[in-house]
Each structure stands twice: as structure tokens, then as C-alpha cells.
């Protein structure tokens, strides 16, 4: 057994204390005919129709008794009869004629609504003939930010053809519950459906659900008929969509099909895994409950220097750690040099500074990198970005990288969210990502990384 794997044991025993909640970040029967009412009896004669006809025998109507000796019997020419028209049926009178599922999982313990006036329920949705897209996400996921392009498209082509999306915000993090925040997500991603903040997950549980994003399709009788965790089978998604508004009645015949393709990775990505050699570095934590999570697990925590991390916050500890980063980062963790607070679910800069002289380090390998970063004070704050010793450039900087006038790269964290940190011209196997604040608000709670020719 190697000196590694007694540390990292050692770790599973002190983290055994620790009470851990984790969340991964993955035919339906027509409307029955009714049939038409028996004829009452006559005695008139009975026409049948003429050879090769498939038209019904017309019912025939019943003559006043006072006319009925004097009026000769009526012969029908042969040929095909024309077709009758039934009565409409009210909207009422369909929604009660059709049959609900009585198993769909219950909309409850909602916080708040946004994009709407009235509590929503998937049995009333339904009950009004509508087709019901269910998207659990949250705001800072960016499997989910990468999915609501699709979810845009689908929204705007088929809510006048009785779709309804139903977002259900699940948050993973403390600050992802506020109402403002999530208010103000919806406007940076023009999210107009209807939204129900899930902060006490009992939407979540109700649907037994373990995944951002997931999705969940309701035909109009209420039927769960389809379901994708994660990302990608846009155009599957999208034809499971189609079937079930036709189904309902729609007509889409003037819409023609034109089904979305899944996001294109990039080429040198392609290329690395043909090689057989891609690593792409996971997503990463910074806070405490998610490291003694994998620790618990037999894995190695997501912060490298495991032992001074964890033993600030066992035995009475006060979460404060002064660490050093060595010459050499293995890839895919997280160093960091300096005095950092470690937290349940974040690490935070634990002092202000002058020189930048704490910092974050990290050997990834991906194309783009995210990171998801708050300001406890609401004062925004400067995080310097470097990448292999160098400020970002133009080309391989993140959408939210700044330049001052010394040319220094730079985030300017002013709202708790993802922040996009850099976006390379093509996939990269090892890069080492340097981050640094003078500020002792500079939290940051998870990096994700992407290996796609577009976006974060």
C-alpha cells in the first residue's frame, strides 16, 4: 500500500463525521371513438348503399305521426353519401372527456413563481390539452446553460401548438435559492416560460430526480412518455416533442420537421480521442462537503493539499488554512497558496492582500474553463487570470475577461454566478491556470471545464 493511499484512507476515517447531501450535476393510447347513438326503428325501407361505398348508412329521421300514412317512402340514389359533420364538443366537455393519468408527480413546495401569475400543476396543464416539457436546472449549471438554446427554440416554435415548458429551479448552492438571482438569470438567458423555484427540493424528490438539467415530457392525457438526463439528444427530444402535440391535435404540417444536431466538440479534441489519449478534467469543487463526499467514496478529494484542508475543519478546527503550491501540480486538482477559509461549499480567500501574493492554481486540460464565483459584500472585486505564466489574450480569453490599461487579464466578480474564464482556440491536453485576488471575498465554489467548438 503506497503513502498516498494510507493519507487518503486517514481522510475517509476523519470524514466519516460529516453528514453529506450530494445531487449529480443525469406509447400512449389514443382518444377512444365514441360511437353514434342506435337509430331509432322505422319503417321505412333500408337503401343499402351502393356496391364499393364505405359510407355509413344514413340513421333516418322520423317523420311527425300525423304525416307518417301520407308519406310516400323515400328512396336514396345510390353512390357515396355525403360525410356529416358531429357536433363540437366545448373546451369543457373535452377536458373532462379525457382521461388524466392519475401518477404525475405533484409541482409542490414552491418558493416562488417567475414568468407567471398562478401556481402551475402539471394535471391542470395537461387537463387543458397542453403537452408539458418539465426542466429541472439551475442557474449556475453549465449543462444546463448549455441546453437552454435548444429549450428557446422549442418554446418559441411550439407554445402557440400546446407546449408548455415548466422550469423547475433546483439550486445547488446556498446563493442559487435567492429570488433576485434567479430573477435575473432568467433575463441574461431570455428564459420566458414559467419558472418554479424548487429551493427545498421537494419538487425534486417528488420526481425522484438526480440530475441538472433533466427533462421530463407529459403528453396531454399526463403520461411521462419521455425522459433525457444531461446534455445532447436535442433532436430526439425535440421529435418526442412533435409526436406527443400532434397526438394532442395539433397540426404541424405547415411547420416542417427540421430537427436540431447535439453541440460539435472540437477538432482537436476529435482528434486527441482518436489518438486515445483525451483527458478532460471533471468538474471541481472547492467546498468542503463535495471533497469529504469523494473522500467518503475512495476517490481523491478535488483539492490537492487534502490533509491541511481537512484537518482545518475537523477537531475543532476554525477552517483556516496557510498552504504553499508546489513546483509541480498534478492535474486535475486544486492548489492553493496562502491563507483560504474552507467552507461547506466553497473555499474563500481568508485575507486582503496587496500584491496578489494568494492565489489558485490549477493543470486542466479542456478547451474552455468556468468558474462559479460570489462576492458575500455585493462589492465586485478584481480576480487577476493568467494561463502558463501569461495574461490571456484576446484569443484565448473566457467571455467575461477584462484588460486594464496595463494589459493585465482580469474578472470582475460583481453578482454571484458562472463566470466564463477562458476559451481557447482549440483543446488543450495541459495548461496551468493561475487566479488571484486582493480581495477576501473572493470566493469561488466550482470550476467546470467544455470541449466544445463553441461556447462555454
Known amino acids: 500500500m503506497t503513502r498516498s493511499t494510507l493519507k487518503i484512507g486517514s481522510v ?12 449529480a450535476c443525469g406509447q400512449s393510447a389514443a382518444p377512444a371513438e365514441q360511437s353514434e347513438p342506435a337509430a331509432a ?25 300525423e304525416a307518417a300514412q301520407a308519406t310516400p317512402a323515400v328512396v336514396l340514389p345510390t353512390g357515396e353519401l355525403p360525410a356529416t359533420r358531429a357536433p363540437t364538443s366545448t373546451p369543457a366537455q373535452e377536458a373532462e372527456a379525457r382521461p388524466i393519468a392519475q401518477n404525475i408527480p405533484n ?16 394535471q391542470d396543464l ?14 449556475t449549471c453549465v449543462n444546463c446553460i448549455r441546453t437552454l438554446p435548444f429549450l428557446r427554440d422549442w418554446w418559441s416554435r411550439y407554445e402557440d401548438d400546446g407546449l408548455v415548458i415548466l422550469g423547475i429551479h433546483t439550486p445547488e448552492f446556498e446563493f442559487e435559492k435567492d429570488h433576485d ?21 421537494v419538487t425534486w424528490r417528488n ?24 446534455e445532447g439528444a436535442y433532436g ?24 436540431p444536431e447535439d453541440q460539435v466538440r472540437d477538432s482537436a479534441f476529435q482528434a486527441a480521442r482518436v489518438g486515445g489519449s483525451a483527458p478532460v478534467t471533471p468538474e471541481l469543487y472547492a467546498g468542503w462537503e463535495r471533497n469529504v463526499g469523494v473522500a467518503r467514496s475512495g476517490r481523491h478529494p478535488y483539492v490537492a493539499q487534502f490533509e491541511d484542508y481537512f484537518q482545518s475543519i475537523l477537531d475543532g478546527g476554525n477552517g483556516l488554512i496557510d498552504v504553499s503550491v508546489p513546483q509541480d501540480l498534478n492535474p486535475h486538482l486544486l492548489y492553493f497558496q496562502g491563507q483560504w477559509s474552507v467552507e461547506p461549499e466553497r473555499i474563500r480567500h481568508a485575507r486582503v492582500t496587496e500584491d496578489l501574493e494568494d492565489y489558485l492554481a490549477l493543470n486542466y486540460a479542456a478547451k474552455s474553463v468556468n468558474a462559479v464565483i460570489t462576492s458575500d459584500s455585493g462589492e465586485p472585486y478584481q480576480v487577476v487570470v493568467t494561463v502558463d505564466g501569461a495574461m490571456l489574450t484576446e484569443e484565448n480569453a473566457g467571455a467575461d475577461i477584462q484588460w486594464d490599461e496595463k494589459g493585465w487579464s482580469y474578472i ?9 474564464i477562458i476559451d481557447n482556440p482549440q483543446y488543450l491536453p495541459q495548461s496551468i491556470l493561475t487566479m488571484r485576488s486582493n480581495s477576501d471575498d473572493f470566493g469561488l465554489f466550482a470550476f467546470t471545464f467544455g470541449v466544445y467548438a463553441e461556447g462555454p
Do not use: C
Not at 470582475?412 to 466564463?420: A, K, L, S, W
Open 12 to 23: 475517509m476515517l476523519l470524514a466519516a463525521s460529516f453528514v453529506l447531501v450530494v445531487a
Open 41 to 65: 326503428a322505422t319503417t321505412a325501407p333500408v337503401v343499402a348503399p351502393a356496391s364499393g361505398s364505405s359510407a355509413p348508412a344514413a340513421a333516418p329521421t322520423t317523420a311527425p305521426a
Open 107 to 122: 409541482v409542490e413546495g414552491i418558493d416562488a413563481w417567475l414568468n407567471t401569475d398562478e401556481e402551475l400543476t402539471i
Open 126 to 139: 395537461v387537463g387543458e390539452g397542453n403537452v408539458v416539457l418539465v426542466d429541472f436546472w439551475t442557474y
Open 181 to 201: 438571482n434567479v430573477a435575473e438569470a432568467l433575463e441574461t438567458h431570455e428564459i420566458g416560460w414559467p419558472v418554479a423555484q424548487d429551493n427545498a427540493r
Open 207 to 230: 420526481f425522484e430526480n438526480r440530475y441538472w438539467p433533466a427533462k421530463y415530457l407529459f403528453n396531454s392525457h399526463g403520461e411521462m412518455i419521455y425522459s433525457h438526463f444531461g
Open 236 to 259: 430526439e427530444t425535440e421529435q418526442k416533442i412533435r409526436n406527443a402535440l400532434v397526438e394532442a391535435g395539433a397540426d404541424l404540417s405547415d411547420d416542417p420537421l427540421d430537427l
Open 412 to 420: 470582475m466578480v460583481d453578482e454571484p454566478r458562472m463566470y466564463g
